[in-house]
């Protein structure tokens, strides 16, 4: 009886700490499955006919965006950036006047950006012209849209320039057989007359 009563002790100390080291990482491939599921359920909630909204809700949806650049040294050039936001069909963004990002797109004025998804095996990847615009309206609207922006920045805004892309052009690429693929050219009115805010 003694024996007895000391093999369940053991089971009980040894055996529950045991359940409860299986239970996180189960616990664990439940959220990133509800991960993969909310994510999978925003690119199926897309409308693919319209290709501008679909980059514009991703880079809301992926707020940190990869940019590249061709360096002045003439190899490519990658580092995060942010989308600011979207008004008839422009792109906007920003740089700073001292940033090398900012002498390369003068020099090279071609812009591509990428946002990858490794759950749903899905990117969005657009270029562009970079065209370049200090009118204070649209600073404005930059730093409203990121407080990134106004907490680096806030204090020194004469040296944020912003910028818009032309010529742009997208794709949806997916590994998922839930999604599929798009492209799309994503003309705007300044694609049309060629005119530049200045």
Not at 40 to 55: Q, T
């Amino acid at each position: 009886m003694k024996k007895i009563g000391m093999i369940l002790l053991s089971l009980f100390m040894f055996g529950c700490p045991a359940q409860k080291q299986t239970e996180k990482p189960a616990q664990e491939e439940v959220n990133e499955m509800a991960q993969t599921s909310d994510t999978l359920e925003f690119f199926k909630s897309l409308n693919y006919e319209d290709g501008l909204d679909v980059v514009v809700q991703t880079f809301r949806k992926f707020p940190l965006q990869y940019g590249t650049t061709l360096g002045l040294d003439g190899n490519p050039q990658i580092r995060p950036l942010e989308f600011k936001f979207e008004e008839d069909g422009i792109l906007y963004f920003d740089t700073v006047e001292f940033y090398t990002s900012y002498k390369e797109m003068q020099t090279h004025p071609y812009l591509q950006i990428c946002i990858c998804d490794q759950e749903t095996m899905t990117y969005v990847r657009l270029g562009g012209k970079v065209n370049f615009t200090k009118d204070e309206d649209i600073i404005n609207r930059c730093f409203e849209n990121s407080p990134v922006l106004t907490s680096q920045f806030g204090n020194r805004r004469e040296v944020v320039v912003g910028y818009y892309l032309t010529e742009v052009w997208a794709e949806f690429q997916t590994f998922s057989p839930e999604l599929k693929n798009y492209t799309w050219n994503l003309k705007n009115k300044f694609d049309r007359c060629n005119t530049i805010i200045p």
